[in-house]
T-cell receptor, first 113, second 113 residues
Framework: DSGVTQTPKHLITATGQRVTLRCSPR?????VYWYQQSLDQGLQFLIQ???????AKGNILERFSAQQFPDLHSELNLSSLELGDSALYFC????????????FGPGTRLLVL | AQTVTQSQPEMSVQEAETVTLSCTYD???????LFWYKQPPSRQMILVIR??????QNATENRFSVNFQKAAKSFSLKISDSQLGDTAMYFC??????????FGEGTQLTVNP
């Protein structure tokens, strides 16, 4: 158990819908990262927050957004969902904003029908 | 931008034997960290080992060790005394000053009894 929690574990929804994925980092970690794992694109970095502020942005679609709250938990919002958004979404956390080991949560499996 | 390449999509090894997984990377930065993560059938991402580029000594963690060849930009993982529980997808990853992890395509390792 990495200490990073993600909810829900599974999510099934329809095209065009909006979902919210939630992540609680390890105790003491200030950085939260979101990654997407899909069959065709592998593991890709989406976005990073550090102590409530956006720190780095990767291949995140405009339909996706995220935020980190004062209690340091983070939410990833996916809207206007398409079939291709079906993937495993991981949250990871680390103590600092770079050059620290990132510990991954169990992931949220999203299936868009 | 950095790239990470794992040229072995699949490998197999007999229980108790030793296996080496290959990884090459490319980055223009002088300071970076390298990681191996494993992803068992549960899909959880688990840290195996970490290597800081500024350290000359190869990292070891129990049965897991790396061969870090900085000039060749090579970072291989050696698993000694392989166990059935080592069966997993193994990902090599690189982190530079941008803080995101860049992952390779993965190597599926099967340990046979």
């Amino acid at each position: 158990d990495s200490g990073v929690t993600q909810t829900p574990k599974h999510l099934i929804t329809a095209t065009g819908q909006r979902v919210t994925l939630r992540c609680s980092p390890r105790s003491g970690d200030l950085s939260v990262y979101w990654y997407q794992q899909s069959l065709d694109q592998g593991l890709q970095f989406l976005i990073q927050y550090y102590n409530g502020e956006e720190r780095a942005k990767g291949n995140i679609l405009e339909r996706f957004s995220a935020q980190q709250f004062p209690d340091l938990h983070s939410e990833l919002n996916l809207s206007s969902l398409e079939l291709g958004d079906s993937a495993l979404y991981f949250c990871a956390s680390s103590v600092a904003y770079r050059f620290e080991t990132q510990y991954f949560g169990p992931g949220t499996r999203l299936l868009v029908l | 931008a950095q790239t990470v390449t794992q040229s072995q999509p699949e490998m197999s090894v007999q229980e108790a034997e030793t296996v080496t997984l290959s990884c090459t990377y490319d980055t223009s930065e002088s300071n970076y960290y390298l990681f191996w993560y494993k992803q068992p059938p549960s899909r959880q991402m688990i840290l195996v080992i970490r290597q800081e580029a500024y350290k000359q000594q190869n990292a070891t963690e129990n049965r897991f060790s790396v061969n870090f060849q900085k000039a060749a930009k090579s970072f291989s993982l050696k698993i000694s005394d392989s166990q059935l529980g080592d069966t997993a997808m193994y990902f090599c990853a690189c982190e530079t000053s941008g803080s995101r992890l860049t992952f390779g395509e993965g190597t599926q390792l099967t340990v046979n009894p």
